[in-house]
């Protein structure tokens, strides 16, 4: 009767306790996994003033932001560049994700021969999905 007794509080402490660092293991490689497929949001590093327009439509796919400012300064990845360098920034960039697009956040200031350089230098390095942002 005693080893019947002793055989049920061992079995009854062996139920009482679960092992968690199965769970915690597959928790943190998820963890990695989402981090390394994330993608994340390239930003142009200005602020431009974007025109309106009644027809905008989202655009999918966007690896190459292109910011032009007011005084016509072109601005890539949070740095300012010569309107020369553009074509070879942006076949750098696009051989990276060859899937993306250019979309040019130009400031409705901005002249409209920066603009059309822009986009010229784009589709002279490869690139012939450019977009112009504008504001709803």
Same mark, same amino acid.
């Given at each position: 009767? @005693?080893?019947? &007794?002793?055989? &049920?509080? &061992? ?38 003033? @974007? ?31 010569? @309107? ?38 784009? @589709? ?13």
């Amino acid at each position: 009767m @005693r080893i019947n &007794q002793l055989m &049920q509080s &061992q079995a009854d402490n062996s139920d009482s306790e679960i092992d968690l660092t199965p769970m915690l293991d597959v928790v943190f490689i998820m963890l990695i996994f989402f981090i390394v497929t994330a993608s994340f949001i390239k930003e142009a590093g200005v602020d431009v003033t @974007r025109p309106e327009a009644a027809t905008a439509q989202q655009v999918e796919n966007v690896n190459i932001l292109i910011a032009i400012t007011a005084t016509n300064e072109i601005w890539i990845d949070k740095r300012r560049v010569d @309107r020369r360098s553009v074509r070879s920034i942006v076949e750098r960039m696009h051989a990276e994700n060859p899937k993306g697009a250019v979309v040019i956040q130009a400031d409705k200031k901005s002249n409209t021969e920066t603009v059309t350089s822009v986009i010229d230098s784009s @589709r002279a390095a490869g690139v012939y999905d450019v977009s112009l942002a504008t504001s709803e």
